[in-house]
Every structure is written in structure tokens, then in C-alpha cells.
């Protein structure tokens, strides 16, 4: 990476977590809208036992959920007031908003994943040991920057798209299908649901890990002909 | 093509949502001048600053900016212009003076370059710790000006930059218009306030219908 692209993507990063901090969405918003989710579960299912198993599959779709909230609204923020026009126009190099924007998606969703998995451990009585931790740790980081890069890469390509809002979970959800089907695999082996074991669950991070260096590769070579017009 | 010429349009034809908005428009500047160009709405003003800005594309015809031939290559010039269309391209959550530091720093311009074009455009001091959204119109455009002005384009494309601004900021706009093309740019400017940019221009070319009608 050029010293150009780590200098954009730092000042694009630090942009838009500042705006975050300032308007606070991820706090007023996705969390509670993620939280209620979470807690609609539990009454729905309204079974210990099944929680407990299905755990891992609830919050990666609570995750998945507030994704779409957090793309749309990274992109609207560079959208309002044309500013993403302006980075073009700029010359600025678009790998470097691409790790600029999917740095700064990373950062939320992992907050946002971090009170969610609190919540599961006290809402579904779920309990991870120390090995199950550090797969559970890992999950976490491969699967998050997967749905960061997807989430950038998607969310940029529909960023000037009439119906947007629509638009977008039309597109992302079947792309992230893949990591929705791993993490809640890996997530089940970290909690030992169902009598799965912790080591059956480091396949399932590879290939997120796979995933997210698809995307990420992908991103980086593809992002600035998405933003075009 | 002259080598003084920075814009050279031959029959250039753009398309925007499957309409014509350029059909087929000639138009020569040369380096230093200040264009102003006029027309009635949907004449495409506002398309011929983006195609000149490498940011739509020109489907038929000649095109150079800068020596760029925009039918081939769209992205070179970018670096090289600078346009103010009717959005602002600022953050409403960030104060003045992290928008400008944003834009100074995603193009590379000093700490200097970046104060000194706050100062210019009179948004320093205390006013530089407002957030952009509490800003008036006027001063929303003097801050993207300045987000304009660390980038040391070569052609600015300004269009109605005088749009929300009141007298005393519309002077400030012709003043930082004339000290770009002491410096040695080159400015088109698109705009309905007919009398105030003709006192600005050197010359003014009207366009009707994607087509330059008059060049004066």
C-alpha cells in the first residue's frame, strides 16, 4: 500500500468514525434496533434449549440486519452533500477510501458484535470456555472483515442508485450467506453447541478468513469502477 | 489544438439518463481565461462542467482538458480540476475546520496551504469550530471554496457559485476567482446571475439545447 492510499484511508477511517461519534447511529440506533431483535428471538423461540443452540445463528442475523443499516448509512453521510463526487473529482485514490470506509465499518461492527454476543451469554445462558474463546475471537475478526469489505463494496456500488434502500439487502443478502452459514458453524463449535466440538469449528474460520481476502482483493481492484457513474 | 488551450471541445456529445445533454458542442478556452457560461435550464451547463471534470462521460466527438483526450482516459485529469457543482461536498457532522483538514489532507496539501485558505475565505477563528449543518448557505459555499482552493487546480469549474451567498460573500467569490487566474489557473463559470459573472468574465458563451449558440 502507497504512502498516498494509507494516508486517504486513515483521514477517510477517522472522517467517518468521528461522524459516528458525533451522530451517534450505531449507539441510538442499530444497537437497540439489534438488541429488540435479540430479545424477539428469545420470545419467539421461548425454549432455553433451543436458544442456547441456535444462539450463534441469532446474533450473526442480528449482525447481518444492522449491516445493512450501517452500509447505508456510511455511504449516505458521502452521498448528501456529493461529497463522494467530490472525492472523485478529487483524483483520490479509491483503494484508499475503500480501506478507509471498510476500516471504519470494521470498528462499528465489531462494537456492535461485541454487546450482542453480551447479550447472548444473558439472554440464551450460552458459556464459551478459553479454547472456544480464542476461536470465537477469531470468528469474530475474519467474519466481520468480510461483511466490512462486502459491506463497503456493495454499498458503494448502489450508493447512487435510485431505491437504494431496497436495493442494497437484495444484493448484500445473498452474498453474505456464505458468512452467515460459517460464523454461526464456528460460533456453535466456540459455545460447544449441540455436542460440536471447539476444533470442529476452525474450518468454518478459514474459509470466512478466504472470504473476507476475496473481498478484500476484490474490493481494492474493483471499488473505484463502482463508484463511477 | 493550441498549446495555451486548457479546454477543447470539437462536436463533443454526452448522454445523461438517455438524453442527449450534450449534443454536440464545440467550445475552445484558452489558459488564463475566465468563461462564463449561460443558458436557460437544461441547456447542460452543469453537464459540460462534469465532462470537463472527467466525471461524465463524452460518447462522440473531441474532448481534451489539459491535454487529456477525456474520450480515452477520464481519471488522469481529475487531479488537475477542480469543481464546485450545486452540492457542497462537505460533512454536515464535522466543524469547518475538519472538513477543510479532511480535504487537505486526502490531496496532499500542507498545514499552511490549509490555513491559509481558511483565512482566505474568512471561515477561521471560532467560526472554523462550527459545525457545517448549524452554517448558513453563504457559509457552507465559502467552506467548500476552501476545500477548493488546497487543492491548486489548474482549471476551476465553478457552477453558480454565487447561489445562497450575499454581497459581501458573492465579492469575496469574483476576488478569490481573480486572484485563481493571477496564479495562473483557468476558470469556466455557469451561472443565471447574468450581470454580476459578465463583470467577472472575460468572455461568455451561451449554450441552448447541448449546443453552444454564441461565443462572445
Known amino acids: ?229 | 489544438m493550441s498549446a495555451n488551450s486548457v479546454i477543447n471541445f470539437v462536436d463533443a456529445v454526452a448522454v445523461y439518463n438517455g438524453y442527449p445533454a450534450l449534443a454536440g458542442v464545440t467550445l475552445r478556452v484558452e489558459r488564463n481565461e475566465i468563461v462564463l457560461l449561460q443558458g436557460p435550464n437544461g441547456a447542460g451547463k452543469s453537464t459540460l462542467l462534469r465532462a470537463c471534470a472527467g466525471l461524465m462521460p463524452v460518447i462522440r466527438g473531441t474532448a481534451n482538458v489539459l491535454g487529456f483526450d477525456l474520450t480515452v482516459d477520464r481519471e488522469s485529469v481529475r487531479e488537475r480540476v477542480g469543481l464546485l457543482g450545486h452540492q457542497n461536498g462537505l460533512f454536515g457532522e464535522l466543524t469547518i475546520a475538519e472538513n477543510v483538514s479532511f480535504w487537505s489532507t486526502v490531496v496532499g496539501a500542507s498545514t499552511a496551504e490549509r490555513t491559509s485558505a481558511m483565512e482566505r475565505m474568512s471561515i477561521d477563528g471560532k467560526l472554523a469550530e462550527r459545525r457545517v449543518s448549524e452554517l448558513s448557505a453563504g457559509q457552507k459555499r465559502r467552506c467548500a471554496l476552501a476545500c477548493l482552493v488546497v487543492r491548486r487546480a489548474e482549471l476551476w469549474l465553478l457552477d453558480e457559485p454565487h447561489a445562497g451567498l450575499d454581497a459581501k460573500g458573492r465579492d469575496e467569490i469574483d476576488h478569490i476567482v481573480k486572484e485563481a487566474v493571477a496564479s495562473g489557473a483557468t476558470v469556466v463559470v455557469a451561472s443565471h446571475e447574468i450581470e454580476r459573472a459578465q463583470q467577472l468574465a472575460t468572455r461568455t458563451v451561451s449554450l441552448v439545447a447541448g449546443q453552444v449558440r454564441d461565443s462572445q
Open chain 1, 1 to 229: 500500500m502507497s504512502m498516498s492510499t494509507s494516508r486517504i484511508a486513515r483521514a477517510v477511517a477517522a472522517k467517518d468514525l468521528r461522524i459516528e461519534l458525533r451522530s451517534r447511529v450505531v449507539t441510538n440506533q442499530v444497537l437497540p434496533f439489534s438488541g429488540l431483535v435479540m430479545v424477539m428471538f428469545a420470545f419467539a423461540l421461548d425454549n432455553d434449549d433451543v436458544l442456547q443452540r441456535t444462539a450463534g445463528g441469532l446474533v450473526w442475523l442480528a449482525t447481518l440486519f444492522s449491516l445493512f443499516i450501517l452500509v447505508q448509512r456510511t455511504f449516505a453521510v458521502e452521498t448528501y452533500d456529493g461529497a463522494l463526487d467530490s472525492l472523485r473529482v478529487a483524483g483520490v485514490n479509491p483503494q484508499g477510501i475503500f480501506i478507509g470506509k471498510s476500516a471504519a465499518l470494521f470498528v462499528q461492527l465489531l462494537m456492535l458484535e461485541s454487546v450482542l454476543f453480551i447479550a447472548a451469554v444473558v439472554l440464551y445462558r450460552v458459556n464459551v470456555n478459553g479454547s472456544g474463546a480464542v476461536l470465537l475471537v477469531t470468528c469474530i475478526l475474519c467474519a466481520t472483515a468480510g461483511l466490512a469489505f462486502v459491506g463497503t463494496l456493495y454499498g458503494g456500488l448502489t450508493a447512487g442508485a435510485r431505491g437504494r434502500e431496497t436495493l442494497l439487502p437484495l444484493l448484500l443478502l445473498p452474498v453474505v450467506a456464505p458468512v452467515l452459514i460459517c460464523a454461526t458453524r464456528a460460533t456453535e463449535s466456540a459455545f460447544r453447541s449441540g455436542g460440536v466440538t471447539v476444533g470442529e469449528g476452525w474450518p468454518w474460520v478459514a474459509v470466512l478468513a478466504v472470504f473476507a481476502a476475496v473481498f478484500g482483493l476484490g474490493g481494492l481492484l474493483s471499488f473505484g469502477s463502482l463508484i463511477e457513474e
